[in-house]
């Protein structure tokens, strides 16, 4: 049997618009029907690339082989461009972060639901597998109780000079980064946020955060009495980078040090045995941090998962026909979009923020 395929167009064919083409070419479900630049520059690259473009977003909408538009244009572009797409009968997948705030965002979905056309968001980061093995890990309970998670994202080449540099584009890291670093972590902590501490840095900008440091207190499981604390972090003036991943639990450790998922979980083997010799610095001495020895610990290598991103496109031309639920859904966008705003809060009052999501 043929396999049916979809049409997709692509409005804006920068560097992710490229990358959709990219990943769409590979899969025989979908089918490219062209793409819409703003800039007669890019379409012209693109028509020497082979692809059709189309001289206006017009004559984009009004193509009936056209199912689903991919929105890969600057942040503050996607809300018009979503809901002209869907009025004009397409199912939407928008680049992330979707929306500048929670009010923009539903005013999305109200129109997704008021013209029954899908509109969904290209969350590609759920299939990386660094964090795809972090979530393996504790989801399986391997360490025991886990009580701290860090999540970090770390470069040296600032923030990029194009429009991720400029507040009206919607740039700043918190939305370029913590929407994808954010969103994974509450697709894999289930308990509530009861509080988020931010701060944001501008090393070398003043008018977008180019880094921060996120701190959330989780609700405590049922029957624990302390909730996760989970460390979100983002720097592009780091020329030394700390590992991606870093996950304590009451029985052992995990580090992932990259997205290629090098790393090692060590585990207690005998809690019984004092195996301390006392360490002596150069002004003292300390027990407490002696290192294990190697009776008391045992070293595992990473339960490592791989995926295939292509999953997310799948996805979407099943919900389209109804036959598969779309893995992206709207309150989830919307929790981490909420989270987004305390973020800013939290930073520009340097006072925790209390909520409940
Ligand atoms: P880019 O600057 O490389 O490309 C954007 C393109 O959109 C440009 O070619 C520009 O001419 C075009 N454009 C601007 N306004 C337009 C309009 N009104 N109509 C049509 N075209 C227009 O940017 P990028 O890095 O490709 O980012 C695009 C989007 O993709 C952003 O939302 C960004 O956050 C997102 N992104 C997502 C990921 C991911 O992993 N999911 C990675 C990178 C970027």
């Given at each position: 049997m043929d396999t049916v395929k979809t049409g997709v167009a692509i409005v804006g064919y920068g560097g992710m618009g490229g990358w959709h083409v990219k990943k769409l070419s590979t899969m025989e479900e979908g089918e490219i029907c062209g793409i819409y630049d703003i800039l007669p520059l890019r379409r012209k690259a693109a028509q020497q690339e082979g692809l059709h473009a189309y001289d206006t977003l017009g004559e984009l909408f009004a193509?009936?082989?056209?199912e689903v538009v991919t929105l890969a244009v600057?942040?503050?572009?996607h809300k018009d461009l979503a809901i002209a797409a869907m009025r004009a009968g397409k199912n939407v997948v928008c680049?992330?972060?979707?929306?500048?705030?929670s009010v923009e965002l539903q005013e999305i979905f109200d129109v997704s639901e008021e013209t029954g056309m899908l509109f969904t968001v290209h969350?590609?980061?759920?299939?990386d597998e660094d964090y795809l093995t972090l979530k393996k890990i504790y989801e399986n309970g391997t360490l025991g109780r886990v009580f701290s998670i860090e999540s970090r994202v770390q470069g040296s080449?600032?923030?990029?000079?194009?429009?991720?540099?400029?507040k009206e584009h919607g740039g700043g890291m918190v939305l370029d980064w913590g929407v994808h670093l954010l969103d994974q972590i509450l697709m894999m902590i289930r308990e509530p946020i009861e509080s988020v501490f931010a701060q944001l840095t501008y090393v070398t900008n003043e008018?977008?955060?180019?880094g921060f440091k996120i701190l959330l207190r989780f609700a405590p499981k049922e029957g624990e009495e302390e909730g996760l604390c989970v460390h979100v972090e983002v720097g592009t003036s780091n020329f030394i980078s700390l590992p991606r991943w870093y996950i304590l639990g009451e029985n052992g450790s995990a580090v992932i040090d990259n997205w290629k998922v090098d790393g090692k979980i060590v585990m207690v083997?005998?809690?019984?045995?004092?195996?301390a010799v006392p360490v002596v610095t150069a002004a003292g001495l300390t027990k407490t941090m002696a290192p294990r020895t190697s009776e008391t610990v045992k070293e595992y290598p990473l339960p490592v998962v791989h995926s295939d991103v292509r999953e997310f496109y799948r996805n979407v031309f099943k919900a389209i026909r109804g036959e598969e639920e779309s893995l992206i859904k709207h309150e989830e966008v919307m929790r981490v979009m909420r989270l987004m705003e305390a973020v800013f809060q939290s930073a520009y009052t340097n006072q925790a923020v209390k909520l409940r999501i």
């Open positions: 193509d009936p082989g056209v600057p942040n503050d572009c680049e992330k972060p979707v929306a500048l705030s969350q590609n980061r759920r299939w080449r600032g923030i990029p000079g194009d429009w991720r540099n400029t008018a977008v955060d180019d083997s005998d809690w019984e045995k004092r195996d």
